[in-house]
């Protein structure tokens, strides 16, 4: 079952439960989903007419009837890695709102923030934790053959691509600078 799915139903669920935080929640991923959906239609669209406009380059008349046929669903299904790329960009967002709450002295704006990210993170497979991700990342340090603070900019573009959609890349670089700093 996609993400999307997931969402539709359990957005029935909690409509019938009543739980506010859960509907507003699912809603907005819902509602970034779509937008994620028409932003990728679009983007097919502009390919398609770039193609069009360089294979009937200088023929005005031809490119207008090409365009006149072109066809984009603009409701084609985004795939599950854009569906979790678009639920994690999500999170982050309600994670850095809640960090900025968190400075102003509005704990009750970031528990609202906090608590929606513990609802969107259910859609999402489970990240490493820090735990799990240290002997990872230490193995990673040791095959680079690497040392010290100044090879962060060496390590993480190898730990972000290695770990990608297994843990969260703000993790990722906190293990890292404190093996690197250790050794």
Not at 10 to 39: H, Y
Not at 44 to 63: L, Q
Request: proline share 3%; hydrophobic share 50%; aromatic share 2%.
């Amino acid at each position: 079952m996609s993400i999307q799915e997931r969402l539709t139903n359990d957005l029935k669920e909690a409509m019938r439960a009543g739980d506010k935080v859960r509907v507003n929640a699912i809603r907005a991923a819902r509602a970034a989903l779509q937008a994620a959906q028409l932003d990728a239609a679009k983007q097919r669209f502009d390919a398609a007419v770039a193609e069009i406009e360089a294979r009937h380059a200088g023929d005005p008349a031809a490119i207008e009837a090409a365009k006149a046929n072109l066809a984009i669903d603009s409701h084609a299904a985004l795939s599950d890695a854009e569906q979790e790329a678009v639920i994690a960009r999500e999170i982050k967002r309600r994670r850095d709102a809640a960090e900025i709450y968190h400075k102003a002295g509005r704990s009750d704006l970031a528990a609202a923030e906090e608590a929606e990210i513990a609802i969107l993170s259910e859609y999402l497979p489970k990240m490493l934790s820090p735990e799990e991700l240290r002997p990872l990342v230490a193995a990673v340090i040791a095959e680079l053959g690497v040392s010290g603070p100044a090879a962060m900019g060496k390590v993480m573009p190898v730990l972000l691509e290695r770990f990608k959609g297994q843990a969260e890349n703000r993790t990722i670089s906190q293990v890292a600078r404190e093996l690197l700093s250790s050794a």
